[in-house]
């Protein structure tokens, strides 16, 4: 009983703390917040096909620089989807490399819901304009032996995907004797595993489009993921960047963690910058901490400060 009294008499003396309250969530960028700002545009525009997805942007440092310039393939997002986004997405953060003293490739490709889409069209499309590199290197003083490659959303896929076309078997459709060699990739917000994201119904572009991406099983193409799925073909041999916000409610954090532990586990350096209060739309918006993050890493690449 005095125990009590006791307690109860310590509890009443006690000053009852102010709890603070928790802070307000991030207030993210939309994709209005970006899209409807004033757009820059490349120097440049080449085709590789007839259709009018199939073209590369260029965009080339202005000034005193002297090339050839060290260059970025850049690859857009959209869920692999032409209706969602096309290449112009990017314009912005390719003009701040292009200010940067960094020539952008900035390649446009058919989606799954465009004639000619989906496999093996929406690979060869990726495939062929990075390829362009290569023959108007000489056109543009581009220089392609430190090649890196950066794509957003489902552009980080076919980025890593581009990277790790040496590993692609000589039997399959997407198979290319020469491919351009990219030596350091950068995913933005990606999706590298093709696997995994047919079977997370919590990533923004659903389950569906990875089925039309890949297509269906065949006698002849048997494994659908295994000449399309980044983790099927690891270890790519090159340093892999992954650049994922803490609050992308487009791509599930898991997508780019469980990457990283398959990465590493096949021998492959993979490095996940995680950065916080960041959306999906943060990651291609030229003033924000997640594009720093980005540039710096493409800087240092070719031994450039910011």
Known sequence: MIRLAFLALVAMSTPVMAQTPAPPPPKLLTWPDLTERPKPMPDA??????????????????GKIKGPFPVVVMVHGGCWTTSI??????????????NAGVAVWNIDYRGVDRTGGGYPGTFADAATAADQLTVNAKKYNLDTRLVLAIGHSAGGHLALWLTARPKIPASSPLYTAHPLRIRHVISLGGLPDLEATATNADNGCGTEVVAKLVSTPTPQHPDVYADTSVARLLPLGVKQDLVNGREDRIIPFVMATDYIVKAKAAGDTATLHTIPATGHVELIAPETPAWAEAKRLILSYFGKSQ
Not at 49 to 58: A, C, E
Not at 93 to 98: E, G, K, S, V, Y
Request: without cysteine; glycine residues 4%; negative net charge.
């Open 45 to 62: 525009t080449i085709a590789y096909g007839t259709d009018q997805m199939q073209k590369v942007d260029v965009w080339l440092p202005k």
């Open 85 to 98: 986004a096309d290449r112009s997405l990017m314009n912005w953060i390719a003009d701040d490399l292009r």
